[in-house]
């Protein structure tokens, strides 16, 4: 079992950045492919970034959405998960999760995840 907790959230203006983290308070983040979700009011989960247990160039998927502004990238060694976030906008602001799945079954589809975060919230100002 593996407890997540992000950090990093808070309020920016448009067109600036923040940098989410999720740290494992136990396990091992190294054992999963992991991921990035978002929802913002009124929304369903949507499938931000994710990444897989090894972090290897060409293992990372990104919504069209965040493309070019986002990127997902893991330190093991850390225990950690972090979502770079830049040129951000109004229609960014949502609670950002991370999650977990297994080695090599990390898709865009929320049910795949079985371990989550509390969440973060990001709020972007025009």
């Known amino acids: 079992q593996v407890l997540l907790v992000e950090s990093g959230g808070g309020l920016v203006q448009a067109g600036g950045s923040l940098r989410l983290s999720c740290a494992a308070s136990?396990?091992?983040?190294?054992?999963?492919?992991m991921a990035w979700f978002r929802r913002a009011p009124a929304n369903e989960r949507e499938f931000v970034a994710s990444?897989?247990?090894?972090?290897?160039?060409?293992?990372?998927y990104y919504a069209d959405s965040v493309k070019g502004r986002f990127t997902i990238s893991r330190d093991n060694a850390k225990n950690t998960l972090f979502l770079q976030m830049n040129s951000l906008s109004p229609e960014d602001t949502a609670v950002y999760y991370c999650?977990?799945?297994?080695?090599?079954?990390?898709?865009?589809?929320?049910?795949?995840?079985?371990?989550w975060g509390p969440g973060t919230q990001v709020t972007v100002s025009s």
């Open positions: 999650a977990a799945t297994g080695r090599d079954r990390a898709t865009s589809q929320s049910l795949n995840y079985y371990y």
């Open positions: 136990t396990g091992i983040i190294g054992l999963y492919d």
């Open positions: 990444i897989n247990w090894q972090g290897q160039s060409g293992t990372t």
